[in-house]
Every structure is written in structure tokens, then in C-alpha cells.
């Protein structure tokens, strides 16, 4: 399992402990002051909204720290998907320094190409040697969803494949969880009635 996946699996495993003690906690002070023969039922009713809201305001900041820390994950992985590999001919500063610059150029050009325009693009550029130019059109395609393309140049590098497995593993298990507290924020709603 990568680094980005343990830390989600962690992530997650905290927010669902989190959630699961919350609601645990709010059911336990719900019990309370229903099991409360010395109050009325005016004031139970007051102490039950106020158990309630204290316990909405809680599973809001659980999922604000779940959010924080999946957003940080995520876009950590994103960068890693989108570094520049640079060709093992490339070392000193000014060489880098150009290989970047030739990079942003091929990004510009390739931008918003068509599909097939794009794929024929990548293929000439391994055909030429043009790691700048073949990068640029793979992260365009990644961007936007081409993953045929993209498809292509994760087959000749398979550095990339295994962080494009990484990041997507990431992504699908953060959309799972977010499905998964949204079902856990449904079942909290008016829990105890």
C-alpha cells in the first residue's frame, strides 16, 4: 500500500472513530435525560436540543478535519502525478531551469487539442525524444479525463503508472469514505427519537 493510501486508511479510521464516538456519546446524554425523572418535560426538551446541537457542531468539525486532511493527501498526490521527470541527461541547474521552460512551451501548445490531435502529438514526441513535450500532452490528457491518451504514456513509463494507481486508489477511497460520512451525518441527524 502506498504512503498516500495509509494516510487516507488513517484518515478515514479517525474520522469514522470519530464519528462513531460522537454519535455514541449523544445516544448515551439522549438516555440520560429521557431515564431524568426530576425534570420536566420542558426542560428535557431544552436539554435535548442542546445535546443535540452540541453534537451537530461536532460532527461538523470532524468532517472539517477530514476534509483538511484528505484536501492535503490529495493534493500531495496530485503534485507527485504531476512532477516533471526530467531525462537522466538533465542535472545541472540551468539544464533543469530549461528542460522546465521547454515543458511550459508544449504545455501551451498542447492545450485544449483534440483527442486524437493530442495522442498523434505524444507520439511523435517519443519518436523525437521530446520528454518536455510527451509530459505536457500526458498531463493534459490526465486533466482532462483523456485516459486513452494518458493510458499511453503510463504503458512507457512505469514510474508513472504506479503513482497515476496511487493517486486514482486515493481518489476513489476518498469519494467511498465522503459516501460513507454522508450516510453516518443521515443516521446522526435526529438520532435518540
Same mark, same amino acid.
Given at each position: 500500500?502506498? @504512503? %498516500? ?6 484518515? @478515514? &479510521? ?6 462513531? %464516538?460522537?454519535? &455514541?456519546?449523544?445516544? $448515551?446524554?439522549?438516555?440520560?435525560? &429521557? %431515564?431524568?425523572?426530576?425534570? !420536566? ?8 436540543? @442542546? ?10 468539525q470532524i468532517l472539517s478535519e477530514y476534509e483538511a486532511a484528505t484536501k492535503e493527501v490529495l493534493e500531495s498526490n496530485e503534485k507527485r502525478l504531476f512532477r516533471l521527470s526530467y531525462p537522466e541527461s538533465v542535472t545541472a541547474p540551468a539544464e533543469i531551469q530549461r528542460f522546465k521552460e521547454s515543458y511550459r512551451d508544449a504545455a501551451f501548445k498542447v492545450l485544449d487539442l483534440a ?5 498523434? +502529438? ?5 519518436? +523525437?525524444?521530446?520528454?518536455?513535450? @510527451? ?13 486513452? +491518451? ?9 514510474? %508513472?503508472?504506479? +503513482?497515476?494507481?496511487?493517486? $486514482? &486508489?486515493?481518489?476513489? !477511497?476518498? $469519494? ?18
Amino acid at each position: 500500500m502506498s @504512503e %498516500a493510501n495509509e494516510a487516507m486508511t488513517t484518515i @478515514e &479510521q479517525e474520522t469514522t472513530r470519530g464519528v462513531g %464516538a460522537n454519535r &455514541q456519546e449523544l445516544t $448515551e446524554t439522549l438516555s440520560e435525560i &429521557q %431515564a431524568n425523572e426530576d425534570l !420536566s418535560d420542558s426542560a428535557k426538551s431544552r436539554l435535548i436540543e @442542546e445535546a443535540r446541537t452540541k453534537a451537530s457542531e461536532r460532527h461538523t468539525q470532524i468532517l472539517s478535519e477530514y476534509e483538511a486532511a484528505t484536501k492535503e493527501v490529495l493534493e500531495s498526490n496530485e503534485k507527485r502525478l504531476f512532477r516533471l521527470s526530467y531525462p537522466e541527461s538533465v542535472t545541472a541547474p540551468a539544464e533543469i531551469q530549461r528542460f522546465k521552460e521547454s515543458y511550459r512551451d508544449a504545455a501551451f501548445k498542447v492545450l485544449d487539442l483534440a483527442e486524437d490531435s493530442l495522442s498523434r +502529438v505524444m507520439t511523435r514526441a517519443v519518436r +523525437v525524444g521530446d520528454t518536455a513535450l @510527451e509530459q505536457a500532452a500526458a498531463h493534459e490528457a490526465i486533466e482532462r479525463g483523456l485516459f486513452s +491518451v494518458a493510458n499511453e504514456y503510463r504503458e512507457r513509463h512505469p514510474d %508513472a503508472t504506479e +503513482v497515476w494507481r496511487t493517486y $486514482e &486508489q486515493t481518489r476513489l !477511497s476518498e $469519494e467511498a469514505h465522503g459516501a460513507s460520512l454522508t450516510r453516518a451525518l443521515l443516521s446522526t441527524a435526529k438520532p435518540g427519537t
